[in-house]
């Protein structure tokens, strides 16, 4: 459990560094933007590979609370919004103009969602706290106005539904494969 809570700390921790405006500022100022930025994506990965080895190691742990059916019906639809919310997160779409932070958005919901469905110990533990980075980002965000200015256009609107439906798609059909449970009936 303990490089499974390590990897959470540096994964997220390293995601709350833009947070932090003055000590990125410096960061930059003495790294420059290459090395800020190959620095950031290494320890982000670091920290997503230890939440990756963590997770099979710890095991599901007790489980906590019982798994919300109500969560498990839903988490099919709320994973293609997710899905879709992602796919225009970084897209000149007007879903992104309209959510203004698709990406906190869809972290959240992927994090609630997933926390009633499951219960377990090392599944709650994931999900809220990635929920309460999202949460506070997004206060962050909101707080310092950090929102992008484009032009929406109406294809990339179109790129994000289609591209996130598929992804939510073949994500299901192969979440058994992944990550243990089989969550729609046409899961392999």
Excluded: C
């Excluded at 997503?48 to 710890?58: E, M, T």
């Amino acid at each position: 459990m303990a490089v499974y809570v390590a990897g959470l700390v540096l994964f997220l921790g390293i995601h709350a560094l833009p947070m932090l405006q003055s000590t990125r500022g410096r960061i930059l100022a003495a790294w420059g933007e290459g090395r800020y930025k190959l620095a950031y994506s290494l320890l982000a990965i670091a920290g997503l590979v230890l939440i990756v080895l963590g997770w099979r190691a710890a095991g599901p742990g007790p489980q906590l609370f019982a798994p919300s059916p109500l969560a498990i019906r839903v988490a099919p639809f709320v994973m293609i919004a997710v899905f879709i919310l992602l796919a225009s997160s970084h897209a000149p779409a007007h879903l992104r103009a309209a959510v203004r932070h698709p990406m906190l958005i869809a972290v959240m919901l992927w994090s609630i969602v997933h926390l009633f469905a499951n219960g377990d110990t090392r599944g709650t533990i994931l999900f809220a706290a990635f929920l309460g980075w999202a949460l506070v980002d997004l206060v962050s965000v909101v707080r310092r106005r950090a929102v992008a200015t484009f032009e929406p256009r109406w294809r990339a609107d179109l790129i994000a539904i289609v591209a996130g439906t598929l992804i939510a798609l073949l994500v299901m059909t192969f979440h058994r494969v992944l990550f243990g449970p089989a969550v729609v009936p046409f899961s392999v």
